[in-house]
């Protein structure tokens, strides 16, 4: 099931364009507008008149020949864009069906609990792709499609310099560093819900940047939390499962 928002002007959700607000934004800051069509968040340092016109028409953005689509499958639509000098990526959560619509419908939406865990790990000075908006298109309390937008994160899949090109010592620095990564995590009893090694981005300097955070959790309960902790553990080293040389190497992390 698709819910479709009806087409509405820039000034309407956002007010007029202030250029110097756009400047002097603060990474807190943000412009939200919701009613009973549409919810959407917009972090303020991104604002500008072409980011307000992808975000009143991110359908039409993402059907459009200059839209670069890398996925497209019953769960996501994943592709690129450009605003403002930045290479966008934008995801877009869809419905398989009735079922996964009514279930999903009732719940945060997969796009804002992404945008909403990427500032926050931000904060705790955790790498991951910035955010820049979501988009919700709904009926009433009921949610929809969902989009994100995020800065696209240049770099190596952690699983393709890990297979092909790191020697033994790098892989051994590599995994100091996802160490105290997931013990940064663990201090904010937060849990990723799928650790496969594609959702690990590697810059130049190697540090690993952490993105797909739409099953990112939060725990209160500590046996939940050790629980979900476990998952992580057991999906991060499944990556390794035909290279028992490096499996034994990240087996030694601690989380």
């Given at each position: 099931?698709?819910?479709?928002?009806?087409?509405?002007?820039?000034?309407?959700?956002?007010?007029?364009?202030?250029?110097?607000?756009?400047?002097?934004?603060?990474?807190?800051?943000?412009?939200?507008?919701?009613?009973?069509?549409?919810?959407?968040?917009?972090?303020?340092?991104?604002?500008?008149?072409?980011?307000?016109?992808?975000?009143?028409?991110?359908?039409?953005?993402?059907?459009?020949?200059?839209?670069?689509?890398?996925?497209?499958?019953r769960?996501?639509?994943?592709?690129?864009?450009?605003?403002?000098?930045?290479?966008?990526?934008?995801?877009?959560?869809?419905?398989?069906?009735?079922?996964?619509?009514v279930?999903?419908?009732?719940?945060?939406?997969?796009?804002q609990?992404c945008?909403?865990f990427?500032?926050?790990?931000?904060?705790?000075n955790?790498?991951?792709?910035?955010?820049?908006?979501?988009?919700?298109?709904?009926?009433?309390p009921?949610?929809?499609?969902?989009?994100?937008?995020?800065?696209?994160?240049?770099?190596?899949l952690?699983l393709?310099?890990?297979?092909?090109?790191?020697?033994?010592?790098?892989?051994?620095?590599l995994?100091?560093?996802?160490?105290?990564?997931?013990?940064?995590?663990?201090r904010?009893k937060?849990?990723?819900?799928?650790?496969?090694?594609s959702n690990?981005?590697?810059r130049?300097?190697?540090?690993?940047?952490l993105?797909?955070?739409?099953?990112?959790r939060?725990?209160?309960?500590?046996?939940?939390?050790?629980?979900?902790?476990?998952?992580?553990?057991?999906?991060?080293?499944?990556?390794?499962?035909?290279?028992?040389d490096?499996?034994?190497?990240?087996?030694r992390?601690?989380?």
């Amino acid at each position: 099931m698709i819910l479709n928002a009806p087409r509405i002007s820039a000034h309407a959700l956002f007010g007029p364009y202030c250029r110097r607000e756009f400047v002097l934004a603060d990474e807190a800051a943000t412009y939200t507008h919701r009613d009973w069509r549409r919810s959407l968040c917009l972090r303020a340092r991104y604002d500008s008149p072409g980011m307000r016109h992808l975000l009143i028409n991110i359908e039409r953005e993402m059907a459009s020949p200059g839209f670069e689509r890398v996925k497209h499958d019953r769960t996501t639509t994943v592709g690129y864009t450009s605003r403002d000098g930045r290479r966008l990526v934008v995801k877009r959560y869809n419905t398989k069906n009735l079922w996964h619509f009514v279930r999903r419908s009732v719940r945060r939406s997969r796009a804002q609990n992404c945008f909403d865990f990427a500032r926050e790990l931000l904060a705790a000075n955790i790498a991951t792709a910035p955010p820049v908006a979501y988009v919700e298109y709904r009926a009433g309390p009921l949610k929809g499609r969902s989009w994100v937008i995020c800065e696209h994160v240049d770099g190596t899949l952690c699983l393709d310099y890990v297979l092909n090109e790191a020697s033994q010592h790098e892989v051994a620095e590599l995994a100091a560093r996802f160490e105290r990564l997931f013990q940064r995590l663990a201090r904010l009893k937060i849990t990723h819900g799928d650790m496969k090694a594609s959702n690990f981005i590697l810059r130049e300097s190697r540090f690993p940047v952490l993105i797909d955070l739409d099953g990112m959790r939060r725990h209160s309960n500590e046996a939940s939390y050790r629980a979900a902790r476990q998952r992580d553990r057991e999906r991060f080293m499944k990556n390794w499962r035909d290279r028992p040389d490096l499996a034994m190497c990240f087996s030694r992390v601690e989380w």
